[in-house]
C-alpha cells in the first residue's frame, strides 16, 4: 500500500487568489491523479501527472487554470488559481496500486484539501 | 464509453442488520475490475473490495461481499451485521483490465449510507 499526505488539509480563500495542494508519497510511483469532489458529490479526474513530462488533462479543466507539477517520483502539487466560489471542492490526489510491478486497479487517496472560496 | 450507476442516493440500515447497496454499468469490454470505495465523513477513501470479472466467484472481505452478475451487469454491495462506523459514502467504480496509459477508473455518483443505533 502507499501512504500519500496531503497539504492544506483545508482552507478558506478569498475570491481571485491562487492556492497550491501538496501531495507526497512514501514509495515512488509513476503516475499520480488529481481528482476534484465538489460537495456532495462524485469524484471528478482533474489531471493525470507524470514525473518528468507536462500532465495529461482531462475535458474541462485547463493548465492554466490547474496547473501541476511533478519534480520527482514522490511529488507533485495542483494549483488552484485565479478562485471563485465554483471552486470550492475536495481536492485529492491518489496513486495507482502496484504488486509485483502489477497494477491491480486499486487507487490509494490522500486525505483530501478541503477548500471553500468566498 | 463506460458508465457506472448507483440508483441509491441515500440509504438507512439499522445496527447488526443487513443492507445491499446496488450498483449497475455499462461496457462493451469482457476484462475489467470492479470496486467498492468507501468514504467516511471528512476522512480518506479507502476500497472496500475489488472483484476482477473474470472470476466467478464473488469477492468477500470479512462482513462486506457483493454480488456480481456479469451478464446483468450488476455489482451490489452486501453489508452484513451493520456498525455504526460504516457509516459512509459508498461509491462504486469500474475500470478495464488491460487498458492503455488512459485508462481511468470510473465512479458512480455514490451511496450515502447512515446507521441508526
Known amino acids: 500500500s502507499a501512504v500519500i499526505s496531503q497539504k492544506p488539509s483545508r482552507d478558506i480563500c478569498q475570491r481571485g487568489t491562487s492556492l497550491t495542494i501538496q501531495c507526497q508519497v512514501d514509495?515512488?510511483?509513476?503516475?499520480m491523479f488529481w481528482y476534484r469532489q465538489q460537495p456532495g458529490q462524485s469524484l471528478t479526474l482533474i489531471a493525470t501527472?507524470?514525473?518528468?513530462?507536462?500532465?495529461?488533462?482531462e475535458s474541462g479543466f485547463v493548465i492554466d487554470k490547474f496547473p501541476i507539477s511533478r519534480p520527482n517520483l514522490t511529488f507533485s502539487t495542483l494549483t488552484v488559481s485565479n478562485m471563485s466560489p465554483e471552486d470550492s471542492s475536495i481536492y485529492l490526489c491518489?496513486?495507482?496500486?502496484?504488486?509485483?510491478?502489477?497494477?491491480?486497479?486499486?487507487?490509494?487517496f490522500g486525505e483530501g484539501s478541503r477548500l471553500t472560496v468566498l | 464509453a463506460q458508465t457506472v450507476t448507483q440508483s441509491q442516493p441515500e440509504m438507512s440500515v439499522q445496527e447488526a442488520e443487513t443492507v445491499t447497496l446496488s450498483c449497475t454499468y455499462d461496457t462493451s469490454e469482457s476484462d475489467y475490475y470492479l470496486f467498492w470505495y468507501k468514504q467516511p465523513p471528512s476522512r480518506q477513501m479507502i476500497l472496500v473490495i475489488r472483484q476482477e470479472a473474470y472470476k466467478q466467484q464473488n469477492a468477500t472481505e470479512n462482513r462486506f461481499s457483493v454480488n456480481f452478475q456479469k451478464a446483468a451487469k450488476s455489482f451490489s454491495l452486501k453489508i452484513s451485521d451493520s456498525q455504526l462506523g460504516d457509516a459512509a459514502m459508498y461509491f462504486c467504480?469500474?475500470?478495464?483490465?488491460?487498458?492503455?496509459?488512459?485508462?481511468?477508473?470510473?465512479f458512480g455518483k455514490g451511496t450515502r449510507l447512515h446507521i441508526l443505533p
Open positions: 491518489s496513486v495507482e496500486d502496484y504488486r509485483d510491478k502489477f497494477n491491480t486497479g486499486e487507487l490509494f
Open positions: 501527472a507524470n514525473q518528468g513530462s507536462e500532465a495529461t488533462y
Open positions: 467504480a469500474f475500470k478495464r483490465l488491460k487498458g492503455n496509459r488512459d485508462d481511468k477508473i470510473i
Open positions: 514509495s515512488q510511483v509513476t503516475m
